[in-house]
């Protein structure tokens, strides 16, 4: 796999995958994306709903709620 990075913008990097598709990469590290991982965060875990629905939509929970194979369910 060939990765290409340009800095590009405020702390992204542009990297240019094996397929040739171009995508923007932020790291953690960065203020903005440290803020934006903490509402969604705040967002998800609002209820237990929100939560559960997160856990299914990521392969964690089964549609019935409870865990996963992958995970020991």
């Known amino acids: ?5 340009k ?5 992204a990097s542009v990297v240019r995958t ?3 598709q171009f995508i923007t990469s932020h790291r953690m590290s960065d ?3 440290a803020d934006l991982v903490r ?3 705040a967002e998800i875990g609002a209820s237990s709903q929100t ?7 990521v392969g964690i929970l089964t549609k019935t709620g409870k ?3 992958k ?3």
């Open 1 to 5: 796999m060939t990765v290409v990075q």
């Open 7 to 11: 800095r590009h913008a405020a702390q």
């Open 18 to 20: 094996a397929s040739g």
């Open 31 to 33: 203020p903005e994306v």
């Open 39 to 41: 509402a969604y965060r």
């Open 51 to 57: 939560a559960s629905a997160f856990l299914q939509k």
């Open 67 to 69: 865990l996963s194979k």
């Open 71 to 73: 995970f020991g369910g």
